[in-house]
């Protein structure tokens, strides 16, 4: 089994920046693909930026790109999402996820371990 926590997040003005980390445990070997994703109210979950663990391309949605950067830390088995020029349509609860054969990266239902989620909000 694999507990992923999620943190860093919390209350930022428009054109700010968070960092979120993600911090593994247990069997991470079993896993080639982090991914992050996110939840606004009333609206799905959905796909923000995805990477192997073990390093190679990274993966992102149109609407972060060139705003958010995913990476790793494969000795601290923590995964990171930096986020800059934050806007308030960035606002939701931000989830990191592991899969373990590499398929459908966008589609959340195919991950097989989630966080718990971490609350980021954008005031304009």
């Known amino acids: 089994q694999v507990q992923l926590v999620e943190s860093g997040g919390g209350l930022v003005q428009a054109g700010g920046s968070l960092r979120l980390s993600c911090a593994a445990s247990g069997r991470t070997f079993n896993y080639h693909i982090v991914g992050w994703f996110r939840q606004a109210p009333g609206k799905e979950r959905e796909f923000v930026a995805a990477?192997?663990?073990?390093?190679?391309?990274?993966i992102y949605a149109d609407s972060v790109r060139g705003r958010l950067t995913i990476s790793s830390d494969n000795a601290k088995n923590t995964v990171y999402l930096q986020m800059d020029s934050l806007a308030p349509e960035d606002t939701a609860v931000y989830y990191c996820a592991l899969q373990q054969v590499s398929r459908n990266v966008y589609a959340p239902e195919l991950y097989d371990c989630w966080g718990m989620g971490t609350q980021v909000t954008v005031s304009s």
């Open positions: 990477k192997r663990w073990s390093g190679g391309n990274t």
